[in-house]
């Protein structure tokens, strides 16, 4: 298996201001992160693929500029949602995938409420 | 369009009572097809993966099985703490690196 954190586990902000989840990969040096979103009793849509070094590629339909990636090392990518909006409100979760591997691996995921 | 399915949507299970949770796709070439358990508020935790038609995947009470169209989860003789929801995903050749996910079996195990 693989260890994974993320931080902050739950948020609260006011709509309008921006928030910065930390997904870090505690066991292996991950080139590849997953960022997705769960809306209650749906299952995990995938919001972006992070490579370490390179920009992050979004699916269609998510807002590069709403929702930022940076993959700044092997072992830390961050999501930033700017200028959050109810709709925003979500269970954020990360995933990390071992070199050569095919699996992911996720972390606990960080429930955001915005006001 | 890659389609991932599980059924049922939920199951309740007597302690004990074994039963099989499936996962059915279509895509055009399957890289691997993963198992996850996921407890409310909680990120899913890794539990199989399958390559090949005719592999099988075992660990304590759960066994996983993959044929050319669907996966079967069977779950033997299981606990209350067995409840949770099941998730299954694919990845496609040729398709990057992402996962395709299904949308949970909730499995409850009543004591």
């Known amino acids: 298996g693989a260890v994974v954190s993320q931080h902050p586990s739950w948020v609260i902000c006011k709509s309008g201001t921006s928030v910065k989840i930390e997904c870090r990969s505690l066991?292996?040096?991950?080139?590849?992160m997953f960022w997705y979103r769960q809306f209650p009793k749906q299952s995990l849509m995938l919001m972006a693929t992070s490579n370490e070094g390179s920009k992050a590629t979004y699916e269609q339909g998510v807002e590069k500029d709403k929702f930022l990636i940076n993959h700044a090392s092997l072992t830390l990518s961050t999501l930033t949602v700017t200028s959050a909006h109810p709709e925003d409100s979500s269970f954020y979760i990360c995933?990390?995938?071992?070199?050569?591997?095919?699996?992911?691996?996720f972390g606990p995921g960080t429930r955001l409420t915005v006001t | 369009e890659d389609q991932v399915t599980q059924s049922p949507e939920a199951l309740r299970l007597q302690e004990g009572e074994s039963s099989s949770l499936n996962c059915s796709y279509t895509?055009?070439?399957?890289?691997?097809l993963f198992w996850y358990r996921q407890d409310p508020g909680k990120g899913p935790e890794f539990l199989f993966t399958?390559?090949?038609a005719g592999e099988e995947k075992e660990k304590e009470r759960l066994k996983a099985t993959l044929t050319k169209k669907e996966s079967f989860l069977h779950i033997t003789a299981p606990k209350p703490e067995d409840s949770a929801t099941y998730l299954c995903a694919v990845q496609e050749d040729n398709y990057g690196q992402n996962f395709v996910f299904g949308p949970g079996t909730r499995l409850s195990v009543l004591p």
């Open positions: 895509v055009s070439g399957l890289r691997g």
């Open positions: 066991d292996f040096q991950a080139t590849t």
């Open positions: 399958l390559y090949s």
């Open positions: 995933s990390v995938r071992r070199l050569g591997r095919y699996e992911q691996y």
